[in-house]
Nanobody, 123 residues
Framework: VQLQASGGGLVQAGGSLRLSCVAS????????MGWFRQCPGKEREFVSA????????IYADSVKGRFTISRDNAKNTVYLQMNNLKPEDTAVYYC?????????????????WGQGTLVTVSS
């Protein structure tokens, strides 16, 4: 599966952005989808993931209550709504897909990665 993320940009602290990720192929609903992020000089960090049906979600503690992940299987798209953004949210955000049933939070469990979209939050 190929992943194409979009929606990044520059926003002031306290603002909002919505990231989108469109997946190619007809089997989107068979993948757990998620988001990771990476700041310069740091390791990739789990942000959020959603089950195949969308019925289960998981978030990193750092974004819980501010970010919401969702998916539209009819449109082969996963979203990440980011509210109350903070400067420490600045990073390249990557859309990921995994063919396993269980939602995983470690990067090496995800088989497919998008190209990344840059989110910059100014203070």
């Amino acid at each position: 599966v190929q992943l194409q993320a979009s929606g990044g940009g520059l926003v002031q602290a306290g603002g909002s952005l919505r990231l989108s990720c469109v997946a190619s192929g007809r089997t989107f609903s068979t993948y757990v989808m998620g988001w990771f992020r990476q700041c310069p000089g740091k390791e990739r960090e789990f942000v959020s993931a959603i089950s195949r049906s969308g019925g289960s979600t998981i978030y990193a503690d750092s974004v819980k209550g501010r970010f919401t992940i969702s998916r539209d299987n009819a449109k082969n798209t996963v979203y990440l709504q980011m509210n109350n953004l903070k400067p420490e949210d600045t990073a390249v955000y990557y859309c990921v897909a995994d063919s396993r049933i269980v939602i995983m939070t470690t990067s090496n469990n995800y088989d497919y990665w998008g190209q990344g979209t840059l989110v910059t939050v100014s203070s």
